[in-house]
T-cell receptor, first 112, second 115 residues
Framework: AQSVTQPDIHITVSEGASLELRCNYSYGATPYLFWYVQSPGQGLQLLLKYFSGDTLVQGIKGFEAEFKRSQSSFNLRKPSVHWSDAAEYFCAVGAGYSTLTFGKGTMLLVSP | NAGVTQTPKFQVLKTGQSMTLQCAQDMNHEYMSWYRQDPGMGLRLIHYSVGAGITDQGEVPNGYNVSRSTTEDFPLRLLSAAPSQTSVYFC??????????????FGEGSRLTVL
């Protein structure tokens, strides 16, 4: 069965500092990998996705993620965090689109 | 530009009552699904559908029913509400594109409290 681990429940980053959110997955075949962001009281918005090809994926809002098959990881990065990036971030894995398995989320706090 | 529309946004039920959460999408997506979100648990798949007339169970289907009579609508029914079903429910839809699976488009959520 597929699974996703986001080791960090909360992360606090200073505004302007770099960010890396960790995601490890377990899946038997080549996975489809996603990062979603959820602002308070809102639904989830897709940041980026990986299906195949270049292992460094660019997304919206200046985010990127790197797929490392040897480490079963798909970490999300941003070079300079803005206060508006404060939200909860979810990594997800799946073979299909209706049956994604989500991690438990990482809450990002941005300090001034 | 509606996307995925869920109703109601908030609902309070008493234990044993039944209700239906409505979900409609206007993007002609084949795939629709229901997730529940609980603190510290992420999103868990309840039921999903790969097209009209086809549904299947997800990770946490007990206590919920679904049907898919049209491409647009995918209602979630709680047969006899229990406090353990207090949660935020998200409906999502998606498609298949030439490059592979498309993204999930989420509704804004329905917050359900069962007393």
């Amino acid at each position: 069965a597929q699974s996703v681990t986001q080791p960090d429940i909360h992360i606090t980053v200073s505004e302007g500092a770099s960010l890396e959110l960790r995601c490890n997955y377990s899946y038997g075949a080549t996975p489809y990998l996603f990062w979603y962001v959820q602002s308070p009281g809102q639904g989830l918005q897709l940041l980026l996705k990986y299906f195949s090809g270049d292992t460094l994926v660019q997304g919206i809002k200046g985010f990127e993620a790197e797929f490392k098959r040897s480490q079963s990881s798909f970490n999300l990065r941003k070079p300079s965090v803005h206060w508006s990036d404060a939200a909860e971030y979810f990594c997800a894995v799946g073979a299909g689109y209706s049956t994604l398995t989500f991690g438990k989320g990482t809450m990002l706090l941005v300090s001034p | 530009n509606a996307g995925v529309t869920q109703t109601p946004k908030f609902q309070v039920l008493k234990t044993g009552q039944s209700m239906t959460l409505q979900c409609a999408q206007d993007m002609n997506h084949e795939y629709m699904s229901w997730y529940r979100q609980d603190p510290g648990m992420g999103l868990r798949l309840i039921h999903y559908s790969v097209g009209a007339g086809i549904t299947d169970q997800g990770e946490v289907p007990n206590g919920y029913n679904v049907s898919r009579s049209t491409t647009e609508d995918f209602p979630l029914r709680l047969l006899s509400a229990a406090p353990s079903q207090t949660s935020v429910y998200f409906c999502a839809s998606s498609y298949t594109g030439p490059g592979g699976p498309g993204e999930l488009f989420f509704g804004e959520g329905s917050r359900l409290t069962v007393l």
